[in-house]
């Protein structure tokens, strides 16, 4: 930055002060003449050529002031004009006048008069008036006021004399004028002194306080670059203007650091062409350190008399400190909002009325565009989002009444999801609670992956259980037959020893039974790893011709017990593995038949379907022995057989439960446990989607 | 039960172990009867002497299975130990399984001993035999 060199060129405003003061002769007096050297030189020059004695007397008579230099006067020396004067020596202004002492000298005499007001008298002389007796020539002798001495005055005409003396008159009556003016300056200098007093001491009032505030006024005259600034202002930008209070504009315009001068120039033209208010903040470097400093300006454009602007009246303050502070916090504030948009979670900051004062960027979603940092239209959280009022179990609201952070999770509707909701209570210094901010995640994510997780684990669990049952039941009834075959083998062989044959054919067919009984078992273990593993693709089965496919296969069955199969209602068309879906059908209606009893009016098993909570739900029911209810739970579960002295090993319904839940539905029993009321199974099938049109 | 006939019930669904441990029984000498119920509806009417066992006595031995059909096993179990004069019967599970689960609730039903037969014959004869020696010549049970 180049240092600039203020111009302090003086002022030409003098003249307005002119017609702005009255002016005030009384307050003349002769002294003031003396101050004008030039008019004095005149008269010398003029005294010289002449060769007269030239001095001043004031209005009493008393001479004052030899011009000349050669005259002495007496102390009794007094000069009073004539009454005549005038009409003595026929000239205006100019008068002879007679010594006191001596009748026969006389002087010249003119007045400098201002205003009507004698100021003193300028005499010419002394003279020794000789009437001639050779009619107008007459001789004037110049003579020093002790008339009769040595010296011999000089002698001219009397015409000479009346030249010098009209000359004189001339001179005397331009110092008049001089005089006048210089009075006039005088009485106003006088006046400006006792104003400046006055206007110091308000001045330097001012001046302390303007100090203290760092502000300074100014007034900037458009028309011809004048600047008028206060003491205050010249400390703010550090320049001391030598001999008065101004710099011209431009000089200031060019502390102004380039990148605002613009900016400055056109607040200032705006303001100018509406003759209206300006504000600008602007950076300027002082002229006296050369420091950046921030410079407030607030000011309006005055007008003139003609309605054209004409200067621009201003404050000025220094706000460089609260402007870095301002920065500082701007920087501050920038930073916090950067942080906060850039965490994905929504984050919300409330007064006690739940508006929502401010938001991150993920927040807009639900607390709607505060973007500007303002929610200037004051909306309670859950207006912005269409609510009529606060959620239940308002975290927010829990904030405000305990003073402590408070958490929730919830599935949101408005966002659709499940979220993590925490609130944090802010406070001021003086402890009191102001804000609550509110921080929203959304945790569907971990709640997908939670009940995922779940769900593994009770499936993990019901399949360990399995596993144990599985593992229980295969030592248990693997054992039991062995402990059969090994015991009556090892009883048969005693009873040969002892020659005992009777029972040996009834031992050797337990032994028998077993074995057989291991067999059978041996196989449903086969049966049941293979359900699970071997699917064969899905394909759409109309489960009515498949019932009838069973009712088939079942015929022998059926009509040895002579059970009806009434299909009650259309059955929907599923889409399935085709014989293992057969199996669920089969294994159920066997079962069924298995335990049907004899009821009253002879075996029956009621086929249909229904739909519930959108749940296509097939049933098969018997009016059989029934099943207790505390054995519901249990008939699914691997080899739980009912009754160890019915046929079959007890896995058909756990291989009916797997081929369900494979096909993704479930299974469940419904008895009483009454002889006669029987049993109904019911199990979810999965509809092929486009049954309508397949059926 | 001096002089009186020695009596044991039998619980067992498995006829054809019921029949291995009788035989078993028989050659202990000292038994006079050995009542075999399939199942633990029976059990229980056998013990309160209801329907069919309407007036038989009491035995003075419980041979336990597990695994029944109706009524559980252990649920016989349950019902004997907590019937006041019942629970005075030395009851003993015998059953195939040598889970500790079925271990664990048998002792928490009051059994007074848990049996897992053995596959081999002869261990499961000597079981038997030192059994019924402990329970019904050692053992001094209330009168």
Not at chain 1, 23 to 48: M, P, Q, V, W, Y
Not at chain 1, 125 to 143: A, I, Q, T
Request: aromatic share 8%; charged share 25%.
């Amino acid at each position: 930055m180049d240092k600039i060199k203020p111009d302090f060129s003086p002022p030409e405003y003098l003249r307005d002060i002119e017609n702005r003061h009255e002016f005030d002769a009384s307050a003349l007096n002769f002294g003031h003449l003396f101050d004008f050297r030039e008019t004095k030189k005149i008269l010398e020059r003029f005294c010289h050529a002449n060769a007269v004695s030239c001095f001043f007397i004031n209005p009493d008579g008393r001479p004052i002031k030899s011009l000349t230099g050669v005259l002495k006067f007496n102390d009794d020396f007094v000069l009073k004009p004539p009454e005549d004067a005038e009409a003595t020596l026929g000239e205006k202004n100019f008068f002879s006048v007679i010594c006191s002492g001596n009748p026969n000298v006389s002087y010249g005499v003119t007045t400098i008069s201002v205003q009507g007001k004698i100021l003193a008298y300028v005499a010419v002389g002394p003279v020794v008036l000789n009437n001639h007796p050779e009619g107008e020539r007459f001789d004037v002798s110049l003579c020093d006021d002790k008339c009769g001495s040595e010296n011999i005055p000089a002698k001219i005409t009397q015409a000479e004399f009346s030249s010098i003396c009209s000359n004189l008159s001339l001179i005397a009556e331009q110092m008049s004028l001089f005089a006048e003016q210089k009075m006039l300056y005088s009485s106003l200098f006088v006046k400006e002194r006792k104003n400046e007093a006055v206007l110091r001491g308000v001045k330097e009032r001012l001046s302390r306080s303007q100090e203290a505030a760092r502000v300074g006024s100014v007034e900037v005259y458009l028309d011809n670059d004048v600047l008028w600034g206060s003491d205050g202002f010249f400390k703010l930008i550090g320049v001391t203007p030598d001999g008065g209070s101004f710099i011209n504009y431009t000089a200031f315009c060019s502390l102004i650091i380039p990148e605002d001068r613009q900016r400055h120039n056109e607040v200032i033209n705006k303001a100018t062409a509406s003759l209206g208010q300006l504000q600008d903040v602007f950076r300027i470097r002082r002229a006296d350190n050369n420091e950046e400093r921030y410079l407030l300006s607030a000011g309006k454009i005055v007008s003139g008399p003609d309605g054209k602007a004409k200067k621009i009246v201003a404050i000025i303050q220094d706000i460089t400190e609260r402007k870095k502070i301002g920065l500082q916090l701007e920087n501050t504030s920038r930073l916090l909002n950067s942080t906060l948009n850039a965490i994905p979670d929504i984050i919300g900051i409330f007064d006690d009325n739940f508006h929502v004062i401010d938001t991150n960027i993920a927040g807009r979603v639900l607390f709607g565009n505060t973007a500007d940092g303002k929610n200037t239209k004051r909306i309670r959280c859950y207006e912005s989002s269409g609510m009529v009022q606060k959620c239940t179990n308002c975290i927010v609201e829990q904030v405000y009444q305990s003073g402590e952070p408070a958490n929730l999770e919830v599935f949101d509707k408005r966002l659709n999801c499940w979220v993590d909701k925490r609130a944090y209570p802010v406070f001021d210094k003086g402890g009191n609670l102001t804000n609550v901010i509110e921080h929203i995640r959304d945790i569907s994510d971990r709640k997908t992956t939670e009940e995922e997780r779940e769900n593994l684990i009770s499936e993990l669990r019901d399949k360990n259980a399995e596993l144990e049952r599985f593992n229980y039941t295969v030592s248990h009834d693997l054992k039991s037959p062995l402990v059969t075959i090994t015991g009556f083998s090892s009883v048969i062989e005693a009873e040969i020893k002892d020659g005992n044959y009777e029972e040996i054919a009834d031992f050797a067919k337990e032994i028998k039974l077993a074995s057989q009984r291991m067999a059978s078992f041996l196989d449903d273990l086969l049966e049941i790893s293979r359900i699970g593993r071997l699917t064969n693709p899905s394909e759409a089965i109309d489960l009515n011709l498949m019932v009838e496919e069973v009712k088939h296969m079942l015929m022998g069955v059926l009509a040895e017990k002579s059970i009806r199969v009434c299909v009650e209602t259309s059955l929907p068309v599923v889409m399935a593995d085709k014989s293992r879906f057969m199996e669920v059908f089969l294994n159920l209606i066997d079962n069924a038949a298995k335990y049907i009893g004899t009821p009253e009016n002879g075996g029956e098993i009621k086929i249909g379907s229904f739909v519930k909570d959108g749940k296509t739900v097939c049933y098969v029911k018997d009016n059989g022995i029934g099943i207790n209810r505390e054995a519901h739970k249990r008939i699914f579960h691997l080899f739980n057989q009912i009754d160890q002295t019915a046929k079959g090993s007890g896995v058909g319904l756990s291989i009916v439960k797997r081929i369900v839940e494979v096909h993704g539905g479930s299974i469940w029993v419904e008895s009483e446990g009454v002889a006669g009321k029987g049993t109904a199974f019911y199990f979810t099938v999965p509809v092929a989607q486009n049954e309508g049109e397949t059926k | 039960m001096k002089g009186e006939p020695v009596r044991i019930l039998l619980v067992e669904d498995n006829t054809a172990h019921a029949k291995l441990v009788m035989i078993n029984i028989k050659e202990y000498g000292i038994v006079n009867e050995v009542t075999h119920v399939t199942d633990g509806q029976a059990a229980l009417d056998y013990l309160y002497a209801k329907g069919e066992y309407e007036g038989v006595p009491s035995p003075h031995l419980v041979l336990l299975d597990l695994r029944l059909p109706k009524v559980d096993g252990l649920e016989v179990l349950s019902t004997i130990k907590n019937d006041e004069v019942l629970r005075k019967i030395p009851v003993v599970v015998l059953t195939t399984s040598t889970s500790e689960m079925d271990i664990g609730k048998a002792y928490d039903n009051h059994a007074n001993a848990y049996l897992a037969k053995p596959i081999d014959f002869e261990k499961f004869s000597n079981m038997l035999k030192s059994m019924g020696f402990f329970w019904l010549c050692w053992n001094v049970s209330p009168e």
